[in-house]
């Protein structure tokens, strides 16, 4: 099974996205859904996909775990709960219990627009963490360089845990790359329950300059520091329109993967997804 393990579903006209509100996500700013994304991975010989949160409303998590149980190709949701919420753990079993509550898989929070770059470290957030990981659901990481060292102890505090890192926790790739950027990853991927998505790169770029050769140094050192079995592909869909089409993120991520070694490439598409979110083998 080929696996998607990130791409977003929104409607402008139906709920307010903060970071959407930028003069460059114009293009972007409409609604997309499951009936737009379905024929993309059938062109693309996807099977299936992850749905992951755009917006910190738990309606939202609702929402994708309803257009999970309607579309069989959604194999996974990565939604969003108030992780200082001291009723946190009720929430979480409320979701699992709701209609395709089965396919919540994770949880995730806008943490790299936090003003604080510790917001991790923080006690109730900790406490938050704690309970989700009591579901065997995993957290994804939306960091920059400049929240990996709290992602970092984050990660070594909850050893049994699985973290997905986004996005490769988005290098400056526009600017030529950073060292900083790459110490920190190194670092956070020693803590073998990290898996890295090779995801948003192209949007990292020059949107209107990029090619799988811009990509590769980053996917390459990615790869070096994850290995074979913990980096995940996922377009970023559609996201990703704002720097190419879907068939042309994938092909480049492809062609970057394969360049790194057949089996980084194979295991990318779907086994390791499945294990970072512990899906069914189906």
């Not at 991975?41 to 775990?65: H, W």
């Not at 470290?121 to 938050?128: A, F």
């Not at 329950?193 to 990292?204: H, M, P």
């Not at 559609?238 to 057949?262: D, F, H, Q, R, T």
């Amino acid at each position: 099974m080929i696996i998607d393990g990130h791409q977003h579903f929104w409607d402008p006209a139906r709920a307010d996205y903060p970071w959407m509100e930028a003069p460059e996500f114009t293009p972007i700013r409409r609604a997309f859904g499951p009936s737009d994304l379905a024929p993309l991975l059938k062109a693309n010989g996807v099977d299936a996909s992850i749905v992951v949160q755009c917006r910190s409303a738990l309606g939202e998590t609702e929402e994708f775990l309803q257009v999970a149980a309607a579309n069989p190709f959604v194999v996974g949701v990565v939604g969003w709960a108030d992780l200082t919420d001291s009723g946190l753990g009720d929430s979480l079993d409320r979701l699992r219990g709701a209609p395709g509550g089965g396919k919540l898989v994770g949880i995730r929070h806008q943490v790299h627009d936090e003003p604080d770059p510790d917001w991790l470290l923080r006690e109730d957030v900790r406490r938050g963490l704690a309970a989700v990981f009591a579901r065997d659901l995993a957290y994804d990481l939306l960091v920059r360089t400049r929240e990996l060292p709290a992602a970092i102890a984050t990660a070594r505090a909850f050893p049994q845990a699985h973290f997905v890192l986004d996005h490769a926790a988005k290098p400056p790739i526009a600017d030529g790359g950073s060292a900083e950027w790459a110490d920190r990853i190194a670092a956070l991927a020693a803590c073998g329950n990290v898996w890295c998505k090779v995801s948003g790169l192209a949007t990292e770029a020059v949107w209107n300059d990029w090619d799988a050769e811009r990509l590769l140094p980053f996917v390459e050192h990615a790869a070096q520091c994850f290995g074979e079995d913990r980096l995940i592909f996922g377009s970023d869909w559609p996201v990703c329109l704002l720097a190419g089409s879907y068939g042309e993120i994938k092909n480049a991520l492809e062609a970057c993967l394969a360049k790194v070694g057949p089996r980084v490439l194979e295991k990318a598409f779907g086994v390791n997804a499945k294990a970072a979110y512990r899906l069914s083998a189906s």
